[in-house]
Protein backbone atom coordinates (compact mmCIF):
# COMPACT_ATOMS: atom_id res chain seq x y z
CA UNK A 1 0.00 0.00 0.00
CA UNK A 2 2.78 2.36 0.03
CA UNK A 3 2.52 4.11 -3.03
CA UNK A 4 -1.02 5.05 -2.26
CA UNK A 5 -2.31 8.27 -0.90
CA UNK A 6 -4.17 8.94 2.58
CA UNK A 7 -7.38 9.20 1.31
CA UNK A 8 -6.94 6.29 -1.31
CA UNK A 9 -6.30 4.28 2.45
CA UNK A 10 -9.29 5.65 3.88
CA UNK A 11 -11.83 5.57 0.91
CA UNK A 12 -9.82 2.04 -0.23
CA UNK A 13 -13.24 0.76 -1.08
CA UNK A 14 -16.28 1.14 -3.43
CA UNK A 15 -19.64 0.26 -3.10
CA UNK A 16 -19.68 -2.87 -2.71
CA UNK A 17 -17.14 -2.84 0.27
CA UNK A 18 -16.97 -0.11 3.45
CA UNK A 19 -14.79 2.16 4.97
CA UNK A 20 -16.42 3.52 8.22
CA UNK A 21 -14.89 5.42 10.89
CA UNK A 22 -17.42 6.16 13.88
CA UNK A 23 -18.04 6.41 17.94
CA UNK A 24 -21.64 5.29 18.88
CA UNK A 25 -22.15 5.09 22.18
CA UNK A 26 -20.96 1.53 23.97
CA UNK A 27 -21.35 0.99 27.44
CA UNK A 28 -22.20 4.31 28.17
CA UNK A 29 -19.59 6.11 26.53
CA UNK A 30 -18.29 7.04 22.81
CA UNK A 31 -16.11 4.34 21.61
CA UNK A 32 -14.35 4.26 18.55
CA UNK A 33 -15.33 1.61 15.59
CA UNK A 34 -13.75 1.40 12.21
CA UNK A 35 -15.33 -1.27 9.98
CA UNK A 36 -13.50 -1.64 6.22
CA UNK A 37 -13.53 -4.38 3.86
CA UNK A 38 -13.48 -5.21 0.35
CA UNK A 39 -17.06 -6.77 0.25
CA UNK A 40 -19.84 -5.97 2.36
CA UNK A 41 -21.34 -9.83 1.75
CA UNK A 42 -18.22 -10.94 3.30
CA UNK A 43 -18.14 -12.44 6.62
CA UNK A 44 -17.69 -10.39 9.62
CA UNK A 45 -14.63 -10.53 11.87
CA UNK A 46 -14.89 -8.42 15.56
CA UNK A 47 -10.92 -7.92 16.20
CA UNK A 48 -10.45 -7.82 20.20
CA UNK A 49 -7.32 -5.88 20.54
CA UNK A 50 -4.58 -6.58 23.46
CA UNK A 51 -3.07 -4.92 26.22
CA UNK A 52 -5.07 -3.57 27.42
CA UNK A 53 -5.01 -1.08 25.56
CA UNK A 54 -3.26 -2.32 22.72
CA UNK A 55 -5.19 -0.68 19.48
CA UNK A 56 -4.73 -1.53 16.31
CA UNK A 57 -6.92 0.23 14.49
CA UNK A 58 -4.44 2.98 13.28
CA UNK A 59 -2.06 0.26 11.59
CA UNK A 60 -5.23 -2.15 9.94
CA UNK A 61 -3.42 -1.34 6.51
CA UNK A 62 -0.36 -2.65 7.61
CA UNK A 63 -1.56 -5.67 9.87
CA UNK A 64 -4.61 -6.79 8.38
CA UNK A 65 -4.63 -5.67 5.13
CA UNK A 66 -4.76 -9.44 3.78
CA UNK A 67 -7.93 -9.80 5.73
CA UNK A 68 -10.14 -7.17 4.36
CA UNK A 69 -9.95 -9.00 0.70
CA UNK A 70 -12.39 -11.64 2.47
CA UNK A 71 -13.96 -10.17 5.65
CA UNK A 72 -15.84 -7.30 6.67
CA UNK A 73 -12.94 -6.21 9.54
CA UNK A 74 -14.29 -4.65 12.70
CA UNK A 75 -11.80 -2.83 14.99
CA UNK A 76 -12.87 -1.37 17.93
CA UNK A 77 -10.66 0.84 20.66
CA UNK A 78 -11.73 -0.67 23.90
CA UNK A 79 -12.80 1.68 26.86
CA UNK A 80 -9.31 3.89 27.56
CA UNK A 81 -7.61 2.90 24.88
CA UNK A 82 -6.63 5.21 21.67
CA UNK A 83 -9.10 7.21 19.81
CA UNK A 84 -12.14 5.89 23.13
CA UNK A 85 -9.43 7.39 25.10
CA UNK A 86 -9.15 11.13 24.10
CA UNK A 87 -12.76 11.05 23.30
CA UNK A 88 -13.43 10.57 26.70
CA UNK A 89 -10.64 12.42 27.90
CA UNK A 90 -12.44 14.33 31.22
CA UNK A 91 -14.00 10.91 32.12
CA UNK A 92 -10.74 8.63 32.24
CA UNK A 93 -9.84 8.59 35.79
CA UNK A 94 -13.50 7.16 36.22
CA UNK A 95 -13.84 4.80 33.61
CA UNK A 96 -10.17 3.54 35.05
CA UNK A 97 -12.02 2.17 37.69
CA UNK A 98 -13.64 -0.28 35.38
CA UNK A 99 -12.68 -3.03 33.20
CA UNK A 100 -14.43 -6.17 34.91
CA UNK A 101 -15.24 -9.03 32.66
CA UNK A 102 -19.18 -8.07 32.83
CA UNK A 103 -18.53 -4.56 31.45
CA UNK A 104 -16.63 -6.24 28.51
CA UNK A 105 -19.57 -8.92 27.67
CA UNK A 106 -21.88 -5.28 27.98
CA UNK A 107 -19.17 -3.65 25.47
CA UNK A 108 -19.31 -6.44 23.00
CA UNK A 109 -22.58 -7.01 23.25
CA UNK A 110 -23.33 -2.81 22.61
CA UNK A 111 -21.03 -3.36 19.44
CA UNK A 112 -22.55 -6.22 17.83
CA UNK A 113 -25.47 -4.05 17.87
CA UNK A 114 -24.33 -1.37 16.80
CA UNK A 115 -22.50 -3.58 13.77
CA UNK A 116 -26.47 -4.86 13.15
CA UNK A 117 -27.45 -1.49 12.01
CA UNK A 118 -24.71 -0.90 9.56
CA UNK A 119 -23.94 -4.61 8.46
CA UNK A 120 -26.49 -7.34 7.28
CA UNK A 121 -24.89 -10.49 9.17
CA UNK A 122 -26.84 -13.01 11.65
CA UNK A 123 -23.70 -13.87 13.65
CA UNK A 124 -19.97 -12.77 13.25
CA UNK A 125 -16.45 -14.30 13.92
CA UNK A 126 -15.33 -12.90 17.01
CA UNK A 127 -11.12 -12.95 16.77
CA UNK A 128 -9.29 -11.92 20.25
CA UNK A 129 -6.12 -11.03 20.32
CA UNK A 130 -3.72 -11.46 23.64
CA UNK A 131 -5.66 -9.63 26.42
CA UNK A 132 -8.67 -9.52 23.78
CA UNK A 133 -8.61 -13.51 23.84
CA UNK A 134 -9.72 -13.46 27.45
CA UNK A 135 -12.81 -11.50 27.02
CA UNK A 136 -13.23 -12.88 23.86
CA UNK A 137 -13.17 -16.34 25.07
CA UNK A 138 -15.93 -15.03 27.63
CA UNK A 139 -18.25 -13.86 25.53
CA UNK A 140 -18.07 -16.38 23.33
CA UNK A 141 -19.30 -18.69 25.94
CA UNK A 142 -21.98 -16.70 27.67
CA UNK A 143 -23.32 -15.42 24.28
CA UNK A 144 -23.21 -18.06 21.61
CA UNK A 145 -26.31 -16.89 19.45
CA UNK A 146 -24.14 -14.03 18.36
CA UNK A 147 -20.78 -15.92 17.69
CA UNK A 148 -20.39 -18.25 14.68
CA UNK A 149 -16.94 -19.07 15.34
CA UNK A 150 -14.24 -18.01 17.74
CA UNK A 151 -11.07 -17.79 17.22
CA UNK A 152 -8.11 -17.39 19.92
CA UNK A 153 -5.10 -15.97 18.90
CA UNK A 154 -2.29 -16.04 21.39
CA UNK A 155 -4.86 -17.17 23.77
CA UNK A 156 -4.51 -16.33 27.84
CA UNK A 157 -4.93 -19.02 29.88
CA UNK A 158 -3.41 -17.29 33.45
CA UNK A 159 -1.49 -14.52 33.46
CA UNK A 160 0.89 -15.61 36.59
CA UNK A 161 1.40 -19.14 34.76
CA UNK A 162 2.31 -17.59 31.51
CA UNK A 163 5.26 -16.02 32.89
CA UNK A 164 6.21 -18.68 35.41
CA UNK A 165 6.51 -20.83 31.99
CA UNK A 166 8.14 -18.25 29.56
CA UNK A 167 11.27 -17.70 32.22
CA UNK A 168 11.65 -21.22 32.80
CA UNK A 169 11.99 -21.31 28.70
CA UNK A 170 14.32 -18.19 28.71
CA UNK A 171 16.17 -19.70 31.58
CA UNK A 172 17.04 -22.53 29.63
CA UNK A 173 18.43 -20.81 26.66
CA UNK A 174 20.14 -18.10 28.87
CA UNK A 175 22.37 -20.48 31.19
CA UNK A 176 25.70 -19.10 29.31
CA UNK A 177 24.65 -15.44 30.36
CA UNK A 178 25.43 -14.80 33.87
CA UNK A 179 23.76 -11.35 33.55
CA UNK A 180 20.88 -12.13 31.42
CA UNK A 181 20.28 -14.94 34.27
CA UNK A 182 20.73 -11.82 36.99
CA UNK A 183 17.98 -9.73 35.10
CA UNK A 184 15.95 -13.09 34.91
CA UNK A 185 15.63 -13.82 38.27
CA UNK A 186 15.17 -10.46 39.10
CA UNK A 187 11.64 -10.33 37.33
CA UNK A 188 10.77 -13.40 38.97
CA UNK A 189 10.89 -12.20 41.99
CA UNK A 190 9.23 -9.07 41.03
CA UNK A 191 6.49 -10.88 39.49
CA UNK A 192 5.45 -13.20 42.64
CA UNK A 193 1.94 -12.60 43.67
CA UNK A 194 2.24 -9.27 41.52
CA UNK A 195 -1.59 -7.88 41.74
CA UNK A 196 -1.27 -4.65 39.83
CA UNK A 197 0.60 -2.73 36.92
CA UNK A 198 2.74 -0.43 38.77
CA UNK A 199 5.60 1.61 36.73
CA UNK A 200 8.19 -0.33 38.88
CA UNK A 201 6.48 -3.90 37.59
CA UNK A 202 6.16 -2.19 33.98
CA UNK A 203 9.65 -1.53 34.02
CA UNK A 204 10.78 -4.69 35.27
CA UNK A 205 8.16 -6.20 32.45
CA UNK A 206 10.19 -4.43 29.69
CA UNK A 207 13.59 -6.64 30.55
CA UNK A 208 11.56 -9.30 30.35
CA UNK A 209 10.95 -8.83 27.58
CA UNK A 210 13.89 -8.07 26.19
CA UNK A 211 14.85 -11.17 26.89
CA UNK A 212 12.37 -13.39 25.47
CA UNK A 213 13.39 -11.53 21.74
CA UNK A 214 16.61 -11.94 22.87
CA UNK A 215 16.54 -16.15 23.49
CA UNK A 216 13.26 -17.07 21.47
CA UNK A 217 11.16 -14.64 19.65
CA UNK A 218 13.87 -14.44 16.79
CA UNK A 219 11.99 -14.14 13.88
CA UNK A 220 9.71 -11.25 14.81
CA UNK A 221 9.05 -8.84 12.54
CA UNK A 222 10.33 -5.14 13.17
CA UNK A 223 7.67 -2.79 14.35
CA UNK A 224 6.11 -0.64 11.34
CA UNK A 225 7.47 2.75 12.90
CA UNK A 226 7.22 4.27 9.04
CA UNK A 227 3.78 3.12 8.44
CA UNK A 228 3.14 4.40 12.08
CA UNK A 229 4.27 7.47 11.19
CA UNK A 230 2.35 8.25 8.01
CA UNK A 231 -0.91 6.64 8.86
CA UNK A 232 -3.96 8.53 7.97
CA UNK A 233 -6.09 6.83 10.73
CA UNK A 234 -4.19 8.10 13.49
CA UNK A 235 -3.63 12.25 14.83
CA UNK A 236 -0.65 13.00 16.03
CA UNK A 237 -2.02 12.81 19.58
CA UNK A 238 -3.75 9.30 18.70
CA UNK A 239 -0.34 8.13 17.46
CA UNK A 240 1.08 8.63 21.30
CA UNK A 241 -2.21 7.49 22.79
CA UNK A 242 -1.49 4.18 20.71
CA UNK A 243 1.66 3.91 21.62
CA UNK A 244 2.00 5.12 25.23
CA UNK A 245 -1.04 3.43 26.95
CA UNK A 246 -0.85 4.49 30.56
CA UNK A 247 -1.26 2.15 33.21
CA UNK A 248 -3.20 3.78 35.45
CA UNK A 249 -6.08 4.49 33.10
CA UNK A 250 -6.52 0.59 32.67
CA UNK A 251 -5.69 -0.31 36.61
CA UNK A 252 -9.73 -2.23 36.22
CA UNK A 253 -8.79 -3.93 33.49
CA UNK A 254 -5.70 -4.87 34.50
CA UNK A 255 -7.33 -6.16 37.83
CA UNK A 256 -9.14 -8.21 35.46
CA UNK A 257 -6.26 -9.71 33.48
CA UNK A 258 -4.61 -10.45 36.89
CA UNK A 259 -6.99 -12.33 38.24
CA UNK A 260 -8.55 -14.60 35.33
CA UNK A 261 -8.28 -18.01 34.80
CA UNK A 262 -9.61 -19.54 31.04
CA UNK A 263 -9.58 -23.14 33.00
CA UNK A 264 -12.29 -21.66 35.15
CA UNK A 265 -15.05 -22.86 32.11
CA UNK A 266 -13.95 -24.06 28.72
CA UNK A 267 -17.56 -24.66 27.21
CA UNK A 268 -18.03 -23.39 23.66
CA UNK A 269 -21.01 -23.96 21.43
CA UNK A 270 -19.61 -22.99 18.27
CA UNK A 271 -16.19 -23.95 16.32
CA UNK A 272 -13.33 -22.81 18.17
CA UNK A 273 -9.84 -22.01 16.44
CA UNK A 274 -6.57 -21.21 18.56
CA UNK A 275 -3.77 -20.18 16.65
CA UNK A 276 -0.41 -19.52 18.13
CA UNK A 277 3.55 -18.62 17.16
CA UNK A 278 5.78 -20.99 17.58
CA UNK A 279 7.92 -17.95 19.48
CA UNK A 280 5.31 -16.71 21.74
CA UNK A 281 6.59 -15.96 25.22
CA UNK A 282 4.04 -13.82 26.04
CA UNK A 283 1.21 -16.14 25.95
CA UNK A 284 3.25 -19.41 25.46
CA UNK A 285 1.36 -22.71 23.51
CA UNK A 286 2.42 -25.25 26.57
CA UNK A 287 -0.39 -24.02 29.34
CA UNK A 288 -2.73 -24.12 26.40
CA UNK A 289 -1.67 -27.60 25.22
CA UNK A 290 -1.94 -29.00 28.48
CA UNK A 291 -5.23 -27.84 28.97
CA UNK A 292 -7.08 -28.77 25.04
CA UNK A 293 -8.05 -31.91 25.89
CA UNK A 294 -10.79 -30.46 28.40
CA UNK A 295 -11.98 -27.65 26.02
CA UNK A 296 -15.42 -28.28 24.74
CA UNK A 297 -16.68 -27.42 21.95
CA UNK A 298 -18.43 -28.77 18.73
CA UNK A 299 -14.92 -28.58 16.65
CA UNK A 300 -11.94 -27.49 18.18
CA UNK A 301 -8.30 -26.72 17.00
CA UNK A 302 -4.83 -25.69 17.71
CA UNK A 303 -2.35 -24.29 15.46
CA UNK A 304 1.20 -23.25 15.81
CA UNK A 305 3.15 -21.10 13.23
CA UNK A 306 6.37 -21.70 12.82
CA UNK A 307 8.78 -18.68 12.65
CA UNK A 308 6.49 -16.30 14.84
CA UNK A 309 5.65 -14.45 17.82
CA UNK A 310 2.88 -13.11 19.55
CA UNK A 311 2.01 -11.36 16.80
CA UNK A 312 1.60 -14.53 14.54
CA UNK A 313 -0.77 -12.71 12.10
CA UNK A 314 2.04 -10.21 11.57
CA UNK A 315 5.06 -12.51 11.43
CA UNK A 316 3.34 -14.99 8.79
CA UNK A 317 0.39 -12.93 7.73
CA UNK A 318 -0.25 -15.70 4.88
CA UNK A 319 -0.22 -18.57 7.07
CA UNK A 320 -2.39 -17.34 9.11
CA UNK A 321 -4.95 -16.22 6.59
CA UNK A 322 -4.89 -19.40 5.12
CA UNK A 323 -5.12 -21.05 8.72
CA UNK A 324 -7.94 -19.19 9.40
CA UNK A 325 -9.76 -19.46 5.72
CA UNK A 326 -9.10 -23.43 5.92
CA UNK A 327 -11.40 -23.33 9.23
CA UNK A 328 -13.80 -20.80 9.18
CA UNK A 329 -14.62 -21.82 5.23
Known sequence: MSGKNNDSILNQYGDKGICLYEYPE???IKQYIQIRGENKDNPVILFLHGGPGGSVAGLCHVLQEGWEKSYTVVNWDQRNSCKTLLANRSRAAEIAKTGTVGDYMKDIDDV?????????FDRLILAGFSWGSLIGAEYAMSHPD???YYIGIGQIINYHEGLRVSCEWIKGLAQNSPGDMKKLYAFMDASVGVKEMDKAFMKQLR???MLGAKYIAKDARR???KALRKTPFLNGKEKMAMIKADPKLLSGSYKTLLSHDFRSDMHFDMPVLFITGDEDFICPSKLLERCFENIDAPVKKMVTIEKATHTCFYDQPEEFLRVVGEFVG
Not at 112 to 120: A, G, P
Open 207 to 209: KFS
Open 112 to 120: ISYLHTVLD
Open 26 to 28: IGG
Open 223 to 225: FPV
Open 146 to 148: NVS
